[in-house]
């Protein structure tokens, strides 16, 4: 019998496949987990230091993987030491009806209601708002660096700079082809972000990467600190607007969840100065008084599904290979409860409360 390197292989060290990991070799399952490109890189979406989570979403579906994510960055937290989310409640702005629910948020029709809430908060006249008050700010890039610290403290093996080359069935399990030579495991999760449609080519028909832009202003300005601002959005045609609030000197945060469609080959351009210039003035209209000065401009990368939900679970033609793809920009909250969930997928625990995500809701 071909010996193996580990029971389980991860590709991929973002939020979830760093998750993942952690979650496998917390259970002492022998973990090997490879990456593209060098710690904290840029090219893909888990990096940046700040990122919003809330309790706050379109189905109730969603509740009790949320409440999971919430009770892993707290476990994190523990673990860690860090203090990696910052609550300051949140207030999203929409036209008409708004579908977002969730306990202990509440629908705010009342102008005024809504400045005393966030008078930071320059709310558009004639819209609604949902209150969300466990929505705040996750630090981002201490949080991933975190999971990697944890997965390597309990026995994982983190490999850097390794290219994807191919995977294959065996009686064994699965053969990983790598730059850097073959790995052999029982299972094998993906979860390789933007690249996921080249690496399962049956999800390729699912996914469009989208270069998605943000600014960042300097740190420390009252109006764009709790309880001042909390995270916030603005539901509008062209692309909801999503802000984040200056937690623990990070700045004020805004983007724009619209982008042109991006190949992930390709290294993402940073903001023009047109494209600066629409960040500023939408930071001006929906936070005034703040000084919209950038001290950050940067570009992501989301991997979207028309209808926004992940797409988590084993395939069909091949089921020891979990995959976890598409966060659709709203994915990075979820990261220590999709670590868990792909460690049970990995490890044969089912997870039927994930059928409104799963791999066969899509048929693959």
Request: proline share 6%; net charge negative; glycine share 10%.
């Amino acid at each position: 019998m071909t010996a193996l390197d580990a029971d389980v292989i991860v590709v991929g060290l973002g939020v979830h496949g760093s998750a993942t990991a952690a979650a496998l070799a917390r259970r002492g399952v022998a973990v090997i987990a490879v990456d593209r490109f060098a710690p904290a890189h840029t090219r893909g979406s888990s990096h940046g230091r700040t990122r919003m989570i809330r309790r706050a979403y379109p189905n109730p579906v969603w509740n009790d993987f949320v409440s999971r994510a919430f009770a892993g960055w707290s476990e994190l937290e523990r673990e860690s030491g860090l203090t990696l989310l910052h609550r300051t409640g949140g207030l999203y702005a929409h036209r008409g009806e708004s579908q977002l629910q969730g306990p202990g948020c509440m629908v705010v029709d009342d102008p005024s209601h809504m400045s005393d809430l966030m008078p930071g908060f320059g709310v558009p006249a004639g819209y609604r708002a949902v209150y969300d008050p466990e929505a705040g700010v996750l630090e981002a890039s201490q949080a991933v660096a975190a999971l990697q610290r944890s997965a390597e403290a309990h026995g994982a093996e983190l490999r850097w700079e390794t290219r994807v080359e191919g995977w294959e069935r065996v009686p064994s399990g699965i053969v990983l082809r790598t730059d850097a030579g073959d790995l052999r495991a029982r299972r094998l999760v993906i979860a390789g972000g933007s690249w996921m449609g080249a690496l399962v080519p049956e999800l390729a028909p699912l996914l469009e990467v989208w270069r998605i832009l943000t600014v960042t202003v300097a740190p420390g300005q009252a109006i764009g600190m709790p309880p001042s601002l909390g995270a916030f959005s603005v539901d509008r045609a062209e692309g909801l607007v999503f802000g984040i609030p200056d937690a623990a000197a990070n700045g004020v945060k805004l983007g724009v969840d619209a982008g042109e469609i991006w190949d992930p080959e390709t290294q993402v351009a940073p903001p023009t100065a047109a494209e600066a210039g629409v960040l500023r003035s939408l930071l001006d209209t929906y936070v005034p008084g703040l000084d919209s000065s950038p001290v950050e401009l940067a570009a992501c990368l989301y991997t979207m599904t028309a209808d926004k939900r992940f797409v988590i679970g084993p395939l069909r033609r091949a089921p020891e290979v979990v995959v976890a793809s598409a966060c659709s920009g709203h994915g990075f909250k979820f990261g220590p409860a999709v670590g868990e969930a792909l460690a049970d997928l990995a490890t044969g625990v089912d997870r039927e409360d994930l059928d409104f995500i799963s791999t066969s809701r899509r048929e693959l």
